[in-house]
């Protein structure tokens, strides 16, 4: 099941396009300033004001009870509130370019919400291999409603999309709940020798988005100061979703209560 809605966001000019584009193809990541406007914005952060204290049945606690602050994430809610969908609908015309797709449809939406002191780290992970979803046109938006110093903010592996999908694990225990323990190589520790790898991240104000592909390796460490994303999931042409044999995450249903909306435009 899908709907078409109208895609309503700005053309950007050729030379940045193409800009962004490249750097995409070749790293998996790019950050796109000012990209979100003011009105908008402000729409976003009431709705996520809201969806915080009237969460989803899938909404969960990412960090330890004895964690100083607290990490909050919720899924699958653009239903409930216009201005998700309204993002999802700006960002199209972007995220289209950079899978090089001509068409753009909405996966779901994925809050994260860091509240200040939060010391909860997110690993180092892919995203499609949670998914119910095959294909290489996944490509996901990560939308900061607050300003994001560079120790807080989202950090990518340049490149590491092009290589294989790796074990996806339960973050907090580190379960292989997805695939067989050794059908999967597994995610290297970044942490014991970042200078082996090509870190990309960016100090975020408000508006700023970064956009990367379901399979860059990326994390984040924890946040002293309040820290709410709105990152939207996006499928282009080549993309489609597949019955797995495990609860994925989210947990969407084939039967589509959450149904792909495809961003026409």
């Known amino acids: 099941m899908s709907s078409d809605v109208p895609a309503t966001g700005p053309v950007l000019p050729t030379g940045l396009a193409a800009e962004l584009a490249i750097d995409f193809a070749a790293d998996g990541a790019v950050c796109v300033r000012g990209l979100v406007p003011a009105d908008l914005l402000d729409r976003v952060a009431s709705a996520v004001d809201r ?48 899978m090089g797709s001509t068409g753009v449809r909405l996966y779901h939406d994925h809050l994260l919400v860091k509240e200040a002191g939060t010391a909860t780290p ?24 607050d300003p994001v110093p560079r120790d807080a903010t989202l950090e990518l592996v340049a490149g590491s999309h092009l290589g294989p999908w790796l074990m996806p694990r339960t973050f907090m225990d580190r379960e292989a709940r ?17 200078h082996a790898h090509r870190i990309l991240g960016w100090a975020l104000e408000p508006g700023d988005v970064v956009c990367f592909h379901a399979l860059t390796l990326h994390a984040a460490r924890g946040s002293a100061d309040r820290r709410r994303v709105l990152s939207l999931r996006f499928l282009g042409d080549d ?22 909306v495809r961003l026409a435009g």
């Open 122 to 145: 997110t690993p180092w992970h892919q995203d499609q291999p949670y998914y119910d979803v095959e294909g290489h046109h996944v490509v996901s938006m990560w939308c900061p409603l």
């Open 239 to 260: 993309a489609v979703r597949v019955e797995r044999r495990w609860r994925t995450s989210p947990p969407i249903p084939a039967t589509a209560s959450f149904p792909v």
């Open 178 to 194: 997805w695939f067989g323990e050794g059908e999967l190589a597994e995610v290297p520790d970044v942490e014991a020798d970042r």
């Open 51 to 98: 969806n915080l204290a009237d969460p989803s049945d899938l909404a969960i606690v990412a960090s330890a009870a004895d964690d100083p602050g607290r990490f909050v994430e919720d899924f699958c809610n653009w239903q409930r509130f216009d201005a998700y969908l309204d993002l999802a609908r700006h960002a199209a015309p972007l995220i289209g370019h950079l």
